[in-house]
Every structure is written in C-alpha cells, then in structure tokens.
C-alpha cells in the first residue's frame, strides 16, 4: 500500500484506514440493500447461503481469542467507597439549585484574611467557625450555638480550625503559632502543640491521629496527636506561608499550597523525620503553574488522584492535576480570585467560592467545566467554605460578616430529611446587619 | 536512518516483540489502575519508561498478565498478532463500557527473512513514554465508571494461527455507537502500535 509512507503525526483526527475491513463494509452496504430489493422472491436457501456468506467475509482473516480463566475482579469492600451505588443510575433528572442561601447567620469579628481557615463542618453535623479571638460552635440539627474557646490578645486570633474525622475534637490553630487540641463534647482544652513553629497557623488537616499543621514559617509539621513528642515528620519544599493543606481520602498523600505561588504533593511514607532536617527534596511532585497564592485545594471524592486547585487574585485559575504523573489535565480561569473548592460528592460537580467582584459561589460541570449556577448573596470575598456531613448543604463564610448555608449540592433522602428538621419560622428570610 | 555504524541501534524481531509484550504489560496496569477497575492499594509505584508507573501486587491479576505477555510475545515473534482490546466491562451487568484497542502491523519481510532494523532504544522509549502520558491523562474526557468493572484481553490473531490450550475463541466484545478517541503510536520499525480508546458514548446532557 503506497499511503503507508504519508505522514501520520497532524493534530486532526485521521481515521486509521488500514484497520477497516472494506470488503466487509461493503457487503454490509450492499448486502442490506439487495434484502429488500429481493423480498419478494424470498427463499430459505438463500437467506442461509447469505448468512454463511456474511460469516466468512467477516471471520476468515481473524480470529478473536481470550483466555479461558478470567482475571479475577476486585473485591467489592474494597471499591471506592465514594462512588454512589448503581442502583442511583437512573435519578439522572435535572435539580433545582436554590440561588439564594436558605440561612444567614451573623460573623461578627470574622478576621478578613484570605490565608486563614476559618471554617470546618464536623461529621457530628457542626460548624466551627473562628471569629477574632473565639471559636464559636453552631449545631446544624437544632441551631443552637455556643462560644468553644476564647483566647487572649498575645495569642490570638484564631487562625484555621479543623475537625478530626469523629467530629469529637477540634484542632485550633493560632496566631501565636500553638496549636490547640479542645474536646468539643466536654468543652476541655486536651493538650496545646508547641515548639515546631514559629509563625501562625494557617492551615490544618488530619490524617487519622495525625494532625498536619502548615504555618506561616513556610514549614509543614505531621503532629502525633498521641505522643509527647508530637512532631514526627516535616515537609520542607515551601518558601513562604502554607494556607492550603489536604490529604486526599486514602491518607497517602498531602497536597499543599503556599503563598510563594506553589502546589506540593507529598506521599506520607516520604515524610522525611524530624531529626535529618538537613534533607527537603521530599515532594513527590512541584507544581508551579499557578501565578499566585494557592489557598483552594480539594481532592475529587470520586477519581483517585484527581486533585483540584485555585489560584489567588493574580492568577484566577482553577486547575484540574493528576497526581501520580504530576501532569496539569485541565486549566480554566474564572476572572475572581478562587478562595476555596469543593467536590459534590453526589454529582461529578465542583464549587469555588471567589472574592472581587462578584464574590459568589460557581457551580462547575466536571469534567466539561460549563458553568452550571452561580450563588450571589455575600459582599466581601468568600474567605472559606465547608460541606455537611450528608454531602448536601454547603457553609460559607466570607468578609462580610456572615456565615451562609446553601443547599447547592442537591438532596439525597436524607438530606431531605435534615433540612425539614431545620425548618424554622422566619428561617428563610436572610438576616443582613 | 542512514546512521554511521558507530551509532547504530540494531533491534531484532525478538526484540522487537519484547518491547510491545512489555508495552502491552504496562498499558494493561495503567489502565487498570487509572479506571479504578482493582483498588489503589493494590498498586505499587515503580519507575519506567522514564515516568512512574503502577504494577498490580494482586497476585491473580499478576499472573494473568504474565501470562498474557508471554502468550504475546510468541505470537509476536511469528508475525501473527494483529490487534490486543483491553475490554472494560461491569461486573454484574457485563455490559462492556471500553475498549482499550492496540491494532499491530508486523513488517512481514523481517518475519520471513529474519533480517533487523535500525532503531535507537531512547527513541522507541519516548513515543512509549506519550502513550502512557495519554492513557494517565484519559481520566479527563472518560465517562466515570459508576459500577464495580472486570477486565478481559482480547486477542485478534492470523486464522492459521493454532489456538494454545489455555485460550478459547470469543466474540469480539463491540460497544454500539461508540466515541473514539486515537492516541500516540509507536513503531519499532519491526512492530507498529496504534492505540485507540472506544467508550460508551455518556448521555449527559450539558446545560
């Protein structure tokens, strides 16, 4: 064949032509054509001389194998524990998305810092947020709040809280660079980290009994909430303030972002242990692509090392990464500031809370990336948000003031359910001061 | 190529059939662990190709790709692999949601004569190396599969090729309407690779 020779390597899409059976296309063309044509005359014999006919012309130049023993599948306990089960395939129907928040709650003091995190929704259905020098709880079952903690001047504000996964403690970070460990159920400080950093706090996650904390000095700590000598490992590689940590699901790796523009991921067996310091090229991948302070990280509930992220003020980025190839999949600018992300882990849908101007709350189509609502009510930058523990509701608390609650993320039966609990007279008149 | 002798890279038909049943070996984990088909944890990360590269430690799957390549590579050697599919289908229903597709075309002059070509090692390695690029980056633009998935390889060989005892003839696993996506090639001048993903086409409409 004389095409073979023709240069292959054009950007269009050019059809492979050697890998088409012609002949057997052809027949099929012609094949269907002379049935009809031939109904009348229908007779037995020649349907089936047709049909051995049509078996040859496909099957006498390959043959199709397989192995006789399969591969064995996957166990079912161990398959992603977030991907919804199949049976929810057909409630494919198109949701309403509430544009207004069905509550506003007053923030008085709330400190208007976009590398702080003030925010987290524990799995027992309670909002911590950070207000000055306070942590105050809100109970999303019945609305009652309460004042958790306040410090002093020389050491506060309160710069990030952040919930262990059993929604039983709460992990304070300050300005004076403590950390604080408060047993929420009997309102008790537990224990206070101290000695690792030497700047504020900003951001904080857990990873079982590990609580990492990120800070203004540019380091990351992985703390061992257990023991006395509670900084295990250290992650080096930032050069300036760490406002963005999160683990993804599995616990193996960490992304973080810093305000020198930078996205790590670490893998938790590289944490390099805190005595051979000396040691900092630890990351298992350098993601400079952002052009501004990278704040807003979430991991995707729903693909495995599929990690989102967001720019600040002068960059406007969200970016789609693999992490286990480091390679950037997808890059869409949102003309705002991106303070936070997070995954709906009911549909393939992402959410990023922004700052000037509009600071509003876009609802993204993963992966076609097409707008799908955006949720106005806040007049300052939206600073952080969190996810309820049913995956429905979303918190926000922005510069403004206020705390607002959006049902943007579609209700599951229960999530129905927790909300009509809610319901209260006047509940859905927003409370502007 | 009309390279000096000093930098020439000779690659025998037995070797050429090494590099694609090793490819087809890597691919097939990649693409295992990319689609989430066996857990996370089931992987370990090695270095290869110049990119790191997952290896299933699930020591059922790790025969039966074992096994697979080897099958591979003898037909390899004789000239008779026309096409590998990665067919990806779910578990209860077995409705088949991909196909991984790996067409070969084999220089039929070298089988026959049993004569070499000339290929640098490093070249045949970066054009491997952006297939596995794209089958890492395909996440991207594939439907999520929502539901536990089992694999099965395909094997479209010559007619007058014996069927060894361990493999059974099987129909060729077709999905309707599909979308198609054609990645990188590679060629070791003996063996040519083309690589195509077919998928369900996803009913999702945008708004």
Known sequence: MPRRNSCENLDRFIPNRSAMDFDFAHYMLTGGKVEKETLGTYSPSKHLYRKHLAEILNMNRTRILAFKNKPPPAANTTHDPFSPPPQTQPAKRRRHISQSPDRTLDAPEVVDDFYLNLLDWSSSNVIAVALGNSVYLWNAFDGSTCELLSVDDDIGPVTSVKWAADGKYLAVGLNNSHVQLWDTSSIRLLRTLQGGHRLRVSSLDWNNHILTSGGMDSTIFNNDVRVRAHIVSTYRGHTQEVCGLQWCSSGQQLASGGNDNLLHIWSLSMASSSSSSNSSNQWLHRLDRHTSAVKALSWCPFQRNLLASGGGIGDQCIKLWNTNTGACLNSVNTGSQVCSLLWNTNERELLSGHGFNDNQLTLWKYPSMVRIAELHGHTSRVLSMAKSPDGCNVASVAGDETLRLWSVFGTTQIGKAVIEKKQEPFSNVPRVR | ?207
């Open chain 2, 1 to 207: 190529m009309a390279s000096k002798s000093a930098t020439k890279d000779i690659i025998t038909l037995r070797g050429s059939a090494a590099i694609v049943s090793e490819f087809f070996g890597y691919a097939a984990n990649s693409i295992l662990y990319n689609r989430g088909v066996y857990p996370e944890e089931s992987f370990a990360r090695v270095k290869k190709y110049g990119l790191p590269m997952l290896l299933t430690q699930d020591e059922g799957v790790k025969s039966f790709i074992s096994n697979l390549t080897s099958q591979l590579s003898e037909w390899l050697e004789e000239g008779k692999l026309q096409r590998m599919v990665l067919v990806i289908m779910g578990k209860q229903t077995g409705e088949v949601f991909e196909r991984w597709n790996f067409s070969i075309e084999t220089d039929g002059e070298v089988v026959e004569k049993g004569i070499s070509r000339e290929k640098s090692d490093k070249e045949i390695m970066r054009e491997i190396q952006a297939i596995m690029r794209q089958i890492a980056s395909s996440i991207t633009y594939l439907p999520c599969l929502e539901e536990p998935c089992v694999f099965d390889v395909l094997a479209y060989t010559d007619k007058d090729c014996a069927v060894p005892f361990t493999w059974i003839e099987s129909d060729p696993k077709l999905i309707d309407n599909p979308q198609m996506v054609k990645l990188h090639s590679f060629d070791t001048k003996i063996h040519k690779v083309d690589t195509l993903v077919s998928y369900k086409n996803d009913e999702w409409d945008e708004p």
